[in-house]
C-alpha cells in the first residue's frame, strides 16, 4: 500500500515536535493537552492560521468562563463536564466560533477534570496556556515550514479537472464509454469542483498577507484562477447536457448532429489551447485564433437558425447543448484575453 506523507503531514508532525520541546523546557504537566492543541489548530494557509488563532482567543475565553462556573455550581462530576461542554459548544456555535470547538471542548476538559486540588489563577493560566502552546507552535510552523504555494496547488486541481472534463467531451458524443463509469467520472468531477472552489477561497483570504511581493500580478492571477474556476464547472454542465441529450439529438436531427459534434470538438480543441497557453507550453498565433473562433461562431450561428421553427421536443435536446456550448465559448474567451494580457506582464513572485 502506497503511503504519501504531503507538507501538511510533515508540518503537523514538526508543531507537535515543537510543542513537547517547548512544554518539556517549561516543565509544563498534561503536555499531551498542548500537543493535541498543536494537531487540531494545523490549517492549510497561513491567514487561517493567524484567524484560528483570532478565534481560539475567544473560544477559550467562553471555556474559561464556563467551565469555572461549572466546577463553583455543579463540581467536576463527569455529568458536570459534560453538561459543560454541551452549553459551551452551543454557545460556540451561536458565536460563529465554529472552527475552534474541539479546542473549547479540551480547554473545558483540562480545567474540570484536574481540579481536585482547587482553583486559583496560576492553575487556570497554566491550563489554558497548554492549548495556546500547541496553536501558536502549529502557527508558527505553518509559517516557517513547506509555506504552501497555494497558486501552484490550485492550478493543478484545475488541470487534473480540465483534463477530465475534455476527456469525457471526446468520449461522450462518439459513445466509446459505459454509462455506468460516465457516472462515476461525473461524481469524481463534482468532488473536485468543490475541492477547487474551497481552495480558491484560501487563495482569496491570502490577499490580506502582508508579505505578497507583488499585489498587482496577485490580484491578476486570482481574476485569472476565478475564470478557469468558471470554465470547469461550464464545461461540467456542457458534460451533463451531453449525457441527458445527445441520444434525442441523433434521433431528431436528421443527420445533422455532426454539427454539433464538430463544434464541441473545436471548443475542446480550444480548452486545451488555452490552458496551454498559460502554462507557456504553446504559442497561438492571434489570426489563427480570431479566424477559429469566427467559424465557431459562424457554427453557432447555424445551429441557431437550423432551431428557428423548430418543435418543441427538438429545443428541449439542442437547445441545453446549444446553450452551454455558447456559454462555454464565451467564457474561454474571456479566459484567452486574460492570460494574453498575463504574458504582457513579467512574473513576480507572491
Request: net charge neutral; no cysteine; charged share 20%.
Amino acid at each position: 500500500m502506497e503511503v504519501n506523507i504531503g507538507p501538511r503531514m510533515l508540518k503537523t508532525g514538526f508543531a507537535v515536535t515543537l510543542t513537547l520541546i517547548i512544554t518539556s523546557f517549561m516543565d509544563i504537566e498534561l503536555e499531551i493537552v498542548a500537543a493535541i492543541a498543536a494537531v487540531l489548530a494545523m490549517q492549510p494557509s497561513i491567514m487561517r492560521s493567524f484567524a484560528y488563532l483570532k478565534e481560539v482567543v475567544l473560544a477559550n475565553s467562553v471555556a474559561v468562563i464556563f467551565s469555572l462556573l461549572g466546577i463553583f455550581l455543579l463540581g467536576n462530576h463527569p455529568l458536570s463536564v459534560g453538561l459543560i461542554v454541551i452549553i459551551s459548544i452551543a454557545i460556540n456555535v451561536r458565536l460563529g466560533l465554529n472552527k475552534t470547538v474541539s479546542l473549547t471542548v479540551l480547554t473545558i476538559i483540562s480545567i474540570m477534570l484536574a481540579s481536585n486540588d482547587g482553583v486559583n489563577t496560576m492553575y487556570i493560566i497554566h491550563r489554558v496556556s497548554l492549548v495556546l502552546i500547541g496553536v501558536l507552535s502549529a502557527s508558527t510552523v505553518n509559517a516557517l515550514v513547506f509555506p504552501p504555494d497555494h497558486q501552484k496547488t490550485l492550478f493543478k486541481m484545475i488541470g487534473n479537472t480540465v483534463d477530465r472534463n475534455i476527456f469525457l467531451l471526446r468520449v461522450i458524443p462518439n459513445k466509446t464509454m459505459s454509462v455506468p463509469t460516465i457516472k462515476v467520472e461525473d461524481r469524481e468531477i463534482e468532488k473536485l469542483i468543490t475541492k477547487i472552489k474551497d481552495y480558491f477561497d484560501i487563495i482569496v483570504e491570502e490577499r490580506n498577507r502582508l508579505f505578497i511581493r507583488n499585489k498587482i500580478n496577485f490580484f491578476r492571477s486570482i481574476i485569472i484562477y476565478k475564470h478557469m474556476i468558471s470554465v470547469v464547472e461550464k464545461q461540467y454542465t456542457l458534460i451533463g447536457h451531453l449525457e441527458r441529450n445527445i441520444e434525442e439529438i441523433e434521433e431528431i436531427s436528421g443527420g445533422k448532429s455532426h454539427v454539433i459534434k464538430n463544434l464541441i470538438t473545436e471548443i475542446t480543441n480550444y480548452s486545451e489551447n488555452v490552458f496551454l497557453l498559460y502554462q507557456d507550453k504553446i504559442v497561438l498565433d492571434r489570426d489563427l485564433q480570431r479566424e477559429t473562433k469566427a467559424a465557431m461562431r459562424l457554427t453557432i450561428n447555424n445551429l441557431i437558425d437550423e432551431l428557428q421553427g423548430s418543435g418543441f421536443d427538438k429545443w428541449t435536446s439542442v437547445f441545453p447543448v446549444a446553450n452551454s456550448l455558447i456559454e462555454l465559448f464565451a467564457e474561454l474567451d474571456k479566459l484567452e484575453k486574460f492570460v494574453r494580457k498575463k504574458e504582457n506582464h513579467p512574473k513576480v513572485p507572491v
